[in-house]
């Protein structure tokens, strides 16, 4: 099981200090939590993908290349990448080249993403959003796995002989995690072609969660990729940490309660009753954690938001500190403990190398010029 966080790139007040990081104080923090994760012991870093305030994370492969020269061993992943909005000859080209800049040690979750007006921006309907995202994935599986790729679809131009290049590394597509809080057809879409499905887990009960989690696990033994139980899920989450329970809550309140997304609405005590969000001591934590499995099933990676809502970097980073040092290490083993030999591990760039038979060169060579790609005439 993979344990790691992630991070949706918000500029936001600190409502204590009054500090409001400039987009470039926000940039470099999100690469010093993600050297500090790998640090700290944590698997997985994700990032999202935003293109308006409070916002600071438009270029999210940018970003991860950047880390990923610094890091030796985390998994760089999205918490968004917009399937929508974002081409998906962009993204097959974009991931790819990360994926050989990372030596393989990334994948991608796409969405849908929850900011309306970005359609509109990037020429899209937002009407279309589940359109688009059926759609563009259809294409973005294709570019990924075919050399030379024949498209017409409703939403871009058709291709005609087209390959996006780099080609995948060791000829195997990056693994997808497919994002959705509320969308069944998305739950539908990871099933079908035996990717991974990834519920954010933040805002919704867990009654909610299950069913999600519990549609995408029928129709993923329906489609025949394994049992119900062996399906690939990911779990989202928020937590925030203290010596006592007492401690986590005062320090967290005023964050809570400014926060850009849920504050003002319900109290911080009722959001814990009814949501995934953690705020307590290291054993509250890992008990709440370890209860996702009664809704849940057994699952593969757990991601919990720690950077949001204005919280200073010093502040992050002593919480991962806390993380990795004090609850992960319990929930990896007592998570190991209860979960059934046949249930998969989550995918990473070695295991499906392996599961193809071995790496290889992928690199499509031109029978042609460099310029047009066509062969001369005599």
Do not use: C
């Not at 308006?52 to 950047?66: H, V």
């Not at 991931?95 to 509109?120: E, F, I, S």
């Not at 911080?268 to 307590?280: I, N, Q, R």
């Not at 392996?354 to 060169?361: E, P, S």
Request: negative net charge; proline residues 7%.
């Amino acid at each position: 099981m993979q344990f790691g966080i992630f991070t949706v790139g918000d500029v936001t007040r600190d409502p204590l200090t009054g500090h409001m990081p400039s987009e470039n104080e926000r940039i470099k923090a999100t690469v010093a939590i993600a050297k500090h994760a790998e640090e700290v012991g944590l698997d997985v870093m994700a990032f999202g993908q935003h293109h308006n305030p409070p916002f600071a994370a438009s270029s999210p492969t940018t970003t991860m290349a950047y880390v990923a020269a610094q890091t030796e061993n985390i998994v760089l992943s999205t918490s968004t990448t917009l399937i929508t909005t974002t081409d998906p000859v962009r993204i097959a080209e974009d991931y790819a080249q990360l994926q050989h800049l990372a030596d393989g040690r990334m994948d991608l979750m796409l969405g849908r993403g929850n900011t309306g007006p970005v359609y509109p921006w990037f020429g899209k309907d937002i009407r279309d959003g589940i359109e688009l995202a059926v759609e563009n994935y259809a294409l973005l599986h294709q570019l990924w796995r075919e050399d030379v790729v024949n498209w017409q679809g409703k939403h871009r131009t058709p291709l005609q002989n087209f390959t996006a290049t780099p080609r995948p590394l060791d000829g195997v597509a990056p693994f997808v995690w497919h994002g959705s809080i509320r969308s069944p057809e998305i739950a539908e879409q990871a099933a079908y072609y035996g990717d991974g499905f990834f519920h954010n887990h933040i805002f919704w009960p867990a009654s909610h969660a299950a069913q999600m989690i519990n549609l995408y696990r029928r129709r993923f033994e329906h489609y025949g990729h394994g049992k119900a139980h062996q399906a690939i899920v990911g779990l989202g989450g928020q937590a925030f940490l203290a010596k006592n329970s007492q401690d986590a809550v005062s320090q967290f309140r005023p964050y809570f309660d400014n926060a850009p997304v849920y504050g003002h609405g319900p109290s911080l005590e009722d959001f814990m009753a009814g949501t995934p969000l953690s705020v307590g001591s290291p054993q509250q934590v890992i008990e709440k954690t370890l209860g996702f499995r009664d809704y849940a099933g057994d699952y593969q990676r757990q991601l919990w938001l720690m950077d949001h809502a204005g919280l200073p970097l010093k502040t992050v980073l002593e919480q991962l500190d806390i993380l990795g040092g004090e609850v992960v290490p319990v929930l990896r083993e007592e998570f190991a403990k209860m979960r059934p030999a046949d249930v998969p591990d989550a995918p990473t760039h070695a295991s499906l190398v392996a599961a193809q038979g071995g790496g290889r060169d992928a690199t499509v060579h031109a029978a042609g010029d460099d310029v047009t790609g066509q062969s001369p005439t005599a």
